[in-house]
């Protein structure tokens, strides 16, 4: 007899509750039965998995010697459902053929307008959507788009998966006129003046003033000759020195977590939302470290095999001086103040360490310029 196509792709959990289980085990392994995994959970009950083939075989001798059993759970494709495997296994014997056609186009630009004007353009000339990929000439799609969109600049065409994806490295589109500022211009951060320039409008504030955010630098106004309040428009470059800041913490008497060496692997299979197969159990580690890593099955279909690993980790008493590490802890206070300021330039830097009960406090300022 021909066997099934899943035949022993699926994995059963049984709980097996009596007494004799050591002989019990070996009574399976003295008829070939491999037992993948058994959990103990007292001295008269266990876990066990097996491959859902030696089924027929461990319910034989499990009747016969009238210990109570029940299957606690099914894991595997031979459990799932039946629909869904069949539409997997059609799908993936058409996945060459629909790998053939692009499913649309993705254009790379915040440009509403370039993006609009890119798709008439695009849908005008039949490209894009339904077409297959060889009868797409990328270089003759980027001539067509250079010389029906006014203004553009650099556009580069190339396949992303199943989709066009059109890049505008620079578009020259013309950009809406922005509205004249009749509300004044406000401070968006707190420092201190540092340089004033005003085009138009009243600067109510001077260099070395210590300004808060909110505070109106700028007023939509000028004076006449008889001190009155003319409106007009606020406009005009306002810089303040501004004091960013980042802390670290450290005690020398510290609770680290080091690796043992066991580990548990896990996986899990989906399709979309449904879960195909899925072989996790209790984790009996007090401590871990959880690592995951995702794998693709296909391009196309939301199918993925993911890993989930535990590494067991125990606490470990560890003392570091901190004379030994202040110019590590420093140097990483530094850093994050860095990831704060990006590219702007920096006027000015100090540090404070301060000890609060057991633990040290290192904070690093930078002083950059900032334009409101």
């Known amino acids: 007899m021909r066997k099934s196509l899943l035949s022993g792709l699926g994995i059963l959990e049984i709980e097996i509750k009596g007494v004799g289980l050591a002989q019990l085990l070996n009574e399976f392994t003295k008829n070939k039965i491999n037992v993948k995994k058994v959990r103990k959970t007292s001295d008269t009950s266990i876990f066990i998995r097996i491959n859902s083939k030696y089924a027929p075989a461990i319910f034989a001798i499990l009747q016969k010697k009238c210990y109570n059993y029940s299957i606690t759970r099914k894991i595997g494709l031979k459990y799932a459902n039946f629909g869904v495997l069949i539409g997997i296994l059609v799908v993936f014997c058409v996945i060459p053929v629909l790998s053939m056609f692009c499913y649309g186009v993705e254009i790379a630009s915040d440009d509403d307008a370039l993006v609009a004007r890119a798709n008439e353009v695009l849908t005008a000339n039949g490209l894009g959507a339904g077409r297959t990929w060889n009868t797409l000439n990328f270089a003759e799609i980027e001539q067509i788009l250079r010389e029906e969109i006014e203004g553009v600049g650099l556009v580069n065409v190339s396949r992303r998966g199943g989709y066009l994806y059109v890049n505008f490295s620079e578009a020259t589109l013309e950009t809406p006129l922005e509205p004249i ?68 913490e450290f005690k020398e008497n510290a609770v680290e977590y080091a690796k043992t060496g066991e580990k548990i692997t896990f996986s899990r299979i989906t399709y979309g939302n449904d879960v195909l197969a899925d072989d996790s159990s209790e984790i009996n580690f007090e401590h871990y470290e959880l690592e995951t890593r995702l794998e693709y099955l296909s391009n196309i279909l939301p199918i993925k095999i993911e890993y989930i690993t535990y590494y067991e980790t125990t606490p470990v008493s560890v003392f570091k001086a901190f004379k030994d590490e202040e110019e590590v802890l420093i140097y990483e206070a530094r850093q994050n103040v860095l990831e704060l300021i990006k590219d702007k330039e920096i006027l000015d830097e100090r540090h404070t360490i301060s000890l609060m009960g057991d633990t040290y406090y290192i904070t690093y300022y930078l002083k950059t310029e900032v334009c409101v």
Do not use: H
Not at 220 to 243: K, M, R, T
């Open 181 to 248: 500022n009749t509300t004044g211009i406000l401070a968006n951060q707190n420092g201190v003046i540092s340089r004033i320039f005003v085009n138009s409008g009243t600067a109510l504030v001077k260099t070395g003033d210590t300004v808060r955010v909110g505070q109106m630098l700028i007023a939509p106004y000028y004076l006449d000759e008889e001190e009155n309040q003319v409106p007009c428009e606020a406009s005009g470059n306002i810089y303040l020195d501004v004091w960013e800041s980042a802390t670290v």
